[in-house]
């Protein structure tokens, strides 16, 4: 598997990648005789600056902040075409974005999920944190049994013809309190949090993705 790290790069410009990555695959698959050898399936690790994202079905009033707000705290609001509610990304997560060809690895989209998920779960219990998943909710989540659960992973992704893209959203480092601005997923009642928060120290990056890659080979067996 090629991962791919793009460090930390603006939204606009990462999303217009994938795109061009992703609508290249799909040709390829579709028209096999294409010459687009420069082009594979990838994960891509990154991180953003301060931006949040809407999903195509979500609701425009989970985001609480307005135009004059965002430019106040230096941050962008982009409606995009994944799956899923409203979400932050910024300085201190690890964005991912596997850009695969899930029917090549004999994966439904469901089960694709389930393994992203997995793949989250294992990176954060190499640190002891015990990750699970959240009934009728994408992401991982803590304490899904008390009422204190909180999310420290979101999940979005879209799909065609079996190519994936978008991903995965891991709190590390993060600022949670740009999650003030927003309903996180569309949920009024549930929190966040971020490995730092949990662990009470601040994480290195370079590790946490190390940690990431070998839990995304372990679940996809790739």
């Not at 300085?91 to 469901?110: E, R």
């Not at 793949?119 to 304490?143: E, M, N």
């Not at 899904?144 to 420290?152: E, F, M, P, S, Y």
């Not at 995965?168 to 928060?197: M, Q, W």
Request: neutral net charge; proline residues 3%; aromatic residues 12%.
């Amino acid at each position: 598997m090629i991962f791919t790290d793009w460090q930390l790069i603006d939204y606009q410009t990462a999303w217009d990648k994938q795109k061009h990555i992703f609508n290249s695959l799909i040709d390829k698959k579709l028209n096999p005789d294409l010459d687009i050898k420069d082009i594979t399936p990838q994960v891509i690790l990154c991180e953003h600056p301060h931006v949040y994202t809407l999903g195509r079905n979500g609701k425009a009033s989970n985001l609480l902040a307005n135009e004059a707000f965002l430019q106040k705290i230096n941050a962008t609001f982009y409606h995009i075409d994944r799956g899923g509610d409203i979400t932050y990304h910024g300085p201190g997560q690890l964005v991912g974005y596997p850009i695969l060809d899930i029917a090549a690895m004999h994966l439904s989209l469901k089960d694709y999920v389930y393994r992203l998920e997995e793949s989250i779960i294992q990176t954060i219990a190499y640190y002891g944190i015990k990750g699970s998943r959240l009934q009728g909710a994408t992401g991982v989540w803590l304490d899904v049994d008390k009422a204190n659960v909180r999310k420290i992973c979101a999940i979005g992704i879209r799909a065609s013809h079996y190519i994936t893209m978008h991903g995965f959203a891991l709190n590390v480092n993060t600022d949670l309190n740009y999650f003030h601005y927003i309903n996180p997923c569309g949920f009024v009642d549930k929190g966040v949090t971020s490995i730092e928060r949990e662990l009470q120290r601040k994480m290195d990056m370079q590790e946490v993705k190390h940690i990431y890659k070998q839990s995304f080979i372990n679940v996809f067996k790739v």
